[in-house]
């Protein structure tokens, strides 16, 4: 049950860090409040959060499976693996 909460905050905040990235964005830029997010990225030539996220995320998973560090290697043998 509390690995759903903290999966339920992290999709909260993952969601309210997007929203203030792409008013940074229009604001920085000189896009008006009601212009289109999708217009604002490809104006700017820029990935999504979303995209941004999953390779953040693909990135991560490749090198923890990867990784030859004894610690990891460790930890990946008992179980314990990282929400990504």
Do not use: E, Q
Not at 36 to 42: D, G, K, N, Q, R
Request: charged share 10%.
């Amino acid at each position: 049950m509390a690995s759903h909460y903290g999966h339920v905050l992290l999709l909260k905040a993952s969601t309210n860090l997007d929203a203030v990235i792409i008013n940074l964005l229009k604001c920085f830029f000189g896009f008006s409040k009601y212009h289109s997010v999708t217009a604002v990225l490809i104006d700017l030539k820029l990935p999504s959060f979303n995209t941004i996220m999953h390779n953040l995320r693909y990135v991560y998973s490749t090198h923890w499976w990867s990784s030859g560090n004894m610690l990891i290697v460790n930890l990946r043998n008992i179980g314990i693996v990282p929400y990504v």
